[in-house]
């Protein structure tokens, strides 16, 4: 994981909990899942209700090592959200639990607008995102490239402490040790623009 990945996914997480602090409620049920798979499935339960799920080249190329199951990744192409058509699902997992997912869809302009009708107003809106915060979980859009996300609040804030863990022992020139429960795993890819929250055919709002 290089340290540029890293330092993406830790200012992902700070904006996450930072927006936290809103608290409003959202307009629809938030969501817990992506369809039937819900926050807290395992890849290989997730992969069963969605069969053509695939990990991405950096979990596929990580399979071997002990680091791939602290956070892994899998795609599917085609899939529905609400209104939103052959959009591409990004299933995030750490610690073999899915703690977000992640959309991109060609229509981006229908993105915003099918969020705000869905959750209401958002409840924190910066340069680069805007936030619908939950309870339990929260919607993250990135204006600018129509990306957005559902994620579980606390398997992100987990995955929070594990990134500042290892950035930690970065800067202090220790490294992280293969193998160890707080090694940052191997070759994962930067977060996308979207903030995690935190998105085979059914709205994850259901």
Same mark, same amino acid.
């Given at each position: 994981?290089?340290?540029?990945?890293?330092?993406?996914?830790?200012?992902?997480?700070?904006?996450? =909990?930072?927006?936290?602090?809103?608290?409003?409620?959202? &307009? %629809?049920? *938030? +969501?817990? @899942?992506?369809?039937?798979? &819900?926050?807290?499935?395992? %890849?290989? *339960?997730?992969?069963?209700?969605?069969?053509?799920?695939?990990?991405?080249?950096?979990?596929?190329?990580? $399979?071997?090592? &002990?680091?791939?199951?602290?956070? =892994?990744? !899998?795609?599917?192409?085609?899939?529905?959200?609400?209104?939103?058509? &052959?959009?591409?699902?990004?299933?995030?997992?750490?610690?073999? *639990?899915?703690?977000?997912?992640?959309?991109?869809?060609?229509?981006?302009?229908?993105?915003?607008? !099918? /969020?705000?009708? =869905? !959750?209401? /107003?958002?409840?924190?809106?910066?340069?680069?995102?805007?936030?619908?915060?939950?309870?339990?979980?929260?919607?993250? /859009?990135?204006?600018?490239?129509?990306?957005?996300?559902?994620?579980?609040?606390?398997?992100?804030?987990?995955?929070?402490?594990?990134?500042?863990? !290892?950035?930690?022992?970065?800067?202090?020139?220790? @490294?992280?040790?293969?193998? %160890?429960?707080? #090694? $940052?795993?191997?070759? =994962?890819?930067?977060? +996308?623009? #979207?903030? +995690?929250?935190? %998105?085979?055919?059914?709205?994850?709002? *259901?």
């Amino acid at each position: 994981m290089n340290r540029q990945s890293v330092c993406v996914a830790i200012l992902v997480c700070v904006m996450t =909990t930072w927006a936290a602090s809103a608290g409003a409620a959202m &307009k %629809a049920a *938030e +969501p817990t @899942g992506f369809g039937k798979a &819900k926050f807290g499935m395992s %890849a290989s *339960e997730v992969t069963k209700l969605i069969p053509k799920l695939q990990p991405n080249k950096a979990t596929a190329a990580a $399979a071997g090592s &002990k680091d791939a199951l602290l956070m =892994t990744i !899998y795609d599917v192409e085609d899939q529905k959200v609400g209104p939103l058509t &052959k959009c591409k699902a990004e299933f995030r997992f750490y610690k073999d *639990e899915l703690y977000e997912v992640q959309f991109r869809c060609p229509d981006r302009v229908k993105v915003g607008n !099918y /969020l705000q009708k =869905t !959750y209401g /107003l958002p409840d924190k809106m910066t340069e680069n995102a805007v936030f619908w915060m939950g309870k339990h979980s929260s919607v993250a /859009l990135s204006p600018h490239s129509g990306a957005f996300s559902f994620g579980d609040l606390q398997r992100s804030q987990a995955l929070q402490s594990l990134l500042f863990a !290892y950035m930690q022992k970065q800067a202090q020139g220790a @490294g992280a040790t293969p193998g %160890a429960p707080e #090694a $940052a795993p191997a070759a =994962t890819p930067a977060a +996308p623009a #979207a903030p +995690p929250a935190a %998105a085979p055919d059914a709205p994850a709002h *259901e």
